[in-house]
């Protein structure tokens, strides 16, 4: 096993009911910025008990984060932390909200150019807190210190990541996500699964704890996937469904193991260039990530053949190529097509994304360093 720090102090409050122990979690006296997206938390009444809950506080509001959250329009709420004197910061949404509130808290400190923080990496010396009320299990955002900020301008997607913009606390309320179209579940079972995929699947260590929690991630999502897909109010499964996805990528399974996250970054092209959602990307890029590098992953590919997906006959290239092949199934058994040309892409857009990650310096991707833009090429073509 490599060695690690592993940090995490957020708290989760995990629930039906849990927002209404808001209060307790936030100082009286904090003068609070309420965060959120599109409208979802006005129609599903996430807004109304968020509001009940801090009804002895002092609230001010910053609605329309998109999706993909842009920088333009989070400094219009660095602006309002700044003016009201803003001291704590409560996202209530989906992982767009509770990114783009981690970039606020991080930029209405810093003094110097807010698009820095992503293209530079320039480090993070204060951030105002913040905690998040939860309503799309995907991301993981809600107990973890990144955020990915896209600017609009010039259609760039960047994170940034610093233990100050951990939440304090973070509620999971599951029924708070019932109100969640197919869709986004069928993007939040990708990410979460990627997320996994993505600290699993590159070469053992020597860490089988780490393994078999993985794993176990990957089971409860292809068991509990389908049934919180094909019945929405199902607590239990949608409960399931959620703690996985923060567990994902929680710290947890990743500490002391490789990681690889090629998919992430070439994913983020996608939604950079395209506008697809972001668990959508990840299921046209990981199959082909996990093709190309076969010989690098083997023997994790295999342990994923025979411990997540049962395939323990057929000589090492067929299970290799049956695992690879559940997971494309399993993808698009819950509704996200794996295919570029699924979402109209031009081939076109190939040699784009490998001149922008090239421009980058994005060369050397991979838990080996050795996706370099040759390897998105032909990733990106395995995809077609
Ligand atoms: O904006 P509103 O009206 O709230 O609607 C949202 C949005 O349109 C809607 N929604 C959220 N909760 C709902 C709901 N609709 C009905 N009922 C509810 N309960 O869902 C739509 C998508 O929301 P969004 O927050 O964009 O989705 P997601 O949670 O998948 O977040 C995606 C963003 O997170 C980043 C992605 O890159 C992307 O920008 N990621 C963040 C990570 C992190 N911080 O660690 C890691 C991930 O790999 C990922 O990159
Ligand atoms: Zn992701």
């Known amino acids: 096993m490599k060695n690690f720090t592993f940090y995490n102090p957020v708290k989760i409050l995990f629930g039906k009911g849990q927002i209404a122990r808001l209060a307790a979690e936030i100082p009286v006296t904090a003068r609070i910025l309420l965060t959120y997206g599109g409208g979802s938390i006005k129609a599903n009444g996430v807004y109304d008990q968020v509001k009940a809950a801090l009804a002895g506080h002092t609230v001010f509001e910053f609605g329309g984060i998109e999706p993909n959250p ?42 110097a150019d807010p698009w820095d923080i992503l293209a530079k990496q320039a480090p993070i010396t204060a951030a105002v807190p913040l905690g998040t009320v939860l309503t799309l299990p995907a991301t993981g955002s809600e107990m973890n210190g990144t955020a990915v900020v896209t600017r609009a301008a010039t259609r760039e997607k960047l994170y ?135 010989d690098s992953k083997r023997a994790k590919l295999l342990q994923y053949a025979e411990w997540v997906w049962g395939i323990t006959t057929g000589t090492e290239e067929e299970r290799i190529d049956a695992a690879i092949g559940r997971t494309r199934a399993f993808f698009e058994s819950v509704g996200v097509p794996t295919r570029l040309g699924d979402y109209g892409v031009p081939t076109e857009t190939i040699p784009l994304i490998v001149e922008r990650l090239e421009n980058r310096g994005a060369v050397a991707l991979g838990e080996h360093g050795d996706i370099d833009p040759a390897a998105v090429d032909k990733v990106l073509a395995l995809s077609v």
């Open 70 to 111: 842009h920088l333009e329009t989070l400094l219009k709420a660095v602006e309002v932390v700044r003016a009201e004197n803003i001291d704590f910061l409560l996202a209530v949404g989906g992982g767009s909200v509770a990114d783009g509130t981690k970039f606020i808290a991080a930029a209405a400190r810093f003094e």
């Open 160 to 294: 940034f990541g610093s233990p100050l913009v951990m939440p304090v606390f973070s509620v999971l309320d599951p029924e708070t996500t019932f109100s969640l179209p197919p869709k986004q579940i069928g993007n939040g079972i990708v990410d979460a699964f990627t997320h996994v995929a993505e600290q699993y699947l590159t070469y053992p260590v020597g860490a089988p704890l780490q393994d078999r929690m993985a794993e176990a991630i990957l089971k409860t999502l292809i068991e509990e996937g389908p049934k919180t897909l094909a019945n929405p109010t199902d607590y239990a499964a949608r409960a399931n469904f959620m703690w996985c996805a923060t567990m994902a990528l929680n710290g947890m399974i990743g500490a002391g193991v490789p990681h690889d996250w090629a998919t992430h970054t070439i994913g983020h092209e996608l939604t950079a260039l395209h506008g697809i959602d972001h668990g959508r990307t990840l299921a046209i890029v990981l199959p082909s990530v996990l093709t190309l590098k076969r």
